[in-house]
């Protein structure tokens, strides 16, 4: 609902602030800034791709559309930093920009082919949400290749060749000596590298088979339950009362019906796979509207039946 629709677009505008300044900050302000334009460019490349295909905006692919933006920038990372070792190596401005758009290029289209394949592969076998996240990713990543890697550079090449830009040096102040001259021993630590990542490994792999996957509803199944309450209520709170009752299962509410409002509302959902498995789906029924009618008694002036609840 709306709640969901607000949550999912403050979470994807503050990833995009959050990255437009990380790109000024770590360097420079013009470099940064062509690396945002790309940026919104892209974002603009891909909404106008779904909105011509009338795809329906969901909270996957709300998902998709923000990792797809941290793989447009990475590609301008990858792009700047060899830059920057191409100038330290000596070379002027012009020559170490396409020198680092040259030597990033092959990293760039290995990072994004086999993400696009990964997603080729959700969108084949998987199914609603997570074929919308897939496809967003897919035609945000190929927007992301035109937008970071071609026209950036047609930019670049533009400027410079009008005797602009000669004096870049992709860093700031705070970015400047950041990992140059680094002494790490990475290789010498691979022993002690390979333990850890073993009995992380391990431990991850006995904790699934011990403990299991919690899967959720649309794995398992489940049942749905509308209640109808004489004064508007929230569903948040609902669902905090309801959690203590279902220990152990899912437990989800949300507004039913056609409310306005959708952060309450007189009408509810309540969806579970609580006993699920369970056979006798009469008593498990009953078994669940007086855990439902035990929660919310708060909301009810009289308990007597479940029909006092309106349950159905």
Excluded: W
């Excluded at 302000?29 to 974002?43: E, K, R, S, V, Y």
């Excluded at 060749?161 to 992709?170: C, S, Y």
């Excluded at 309450?229 to 152990?248: A, H, K």
């Amino acid at each position: 609902g709306q709640e969901a629709i607000d949550a999912g677009m403050i979470s994807f505008i503050l990833a995009l602030i959050v990255v437009m300044l990380y790109m000024c900050l770590a360097y420079g302000f013009i470099p940064g800034l062509i690396a945002d334009a790309a940026l919104l460019l892209n974002l603009f490349f891909t909404m106008g791709i779904l909105a011509s295909f009338g795809a329906v905006l969901t909270l996957p692919g709300i998902t998709g559309l923000v990792l797809a933006l941290g793989m447009a920038v990475d590609a301008n990372v990858l792009i700047y930093e060899r830059a920057k070792e191409e100038l330290r190596a000596g070379k002027n401005t012009k020559v170490a920009i396409m020198d680092g758009y040259k030597h990033a290029f092959s990293a760039i289209f290995d990072a994004n082919l086999t993400s696009v394949i990964t997603a080729a592969i959700l969108i084949i076998f998987g199914t609603g949400a997570i074929q919308g996240f897939a496809t967003t990713l897919i035609i945000g990543i190929v927007a992301s290749f035109i937008t970071a890697v071609f026209l950036t550079r047609v930019f670049y090449d533009t400027m410079l060749n009008k005797g602009k830009f000669r004096n870049l040096t992709f860093t700031t102040p705070l970015t400047k000596n950041l990992f140059i001259n680094t002494k790490i021993n990475f290789l010498g630590m691979t022993k002690k590298i390979v333990i850890v990542s073993a009995i992380i490994l391990v431990a991850g792999i006995a904790s699934m088979f011990v403990n299991g996957l919690n899967r959720g509803i649309d794995f398992t199944g489940g049942r749905n339950y509308t209640v109808r309450f004489n004064q508007s209520v929230n569903p948040g709170d609902l669902e905090r009362l309801l959690t203590p009752e279902f220990e152990g299962s899912m437990i989800r509410v949300i507004t039913s019906g056609s409310a306005q409002d959708t952060t309450s509302s007189s009408q509810l959902r309540i969806t579970t796979n609580y006993k699920i498995e369970d056979e006798s789906s009469d008593s498990v029924d009953s078994d669940i509207k007086t855990k439902i009618g035990n929660a919310l008694k708060r909301y009810i002036e009289t308990v007597k039946t479940m029909d006092d609840y309106k349950l159905s």
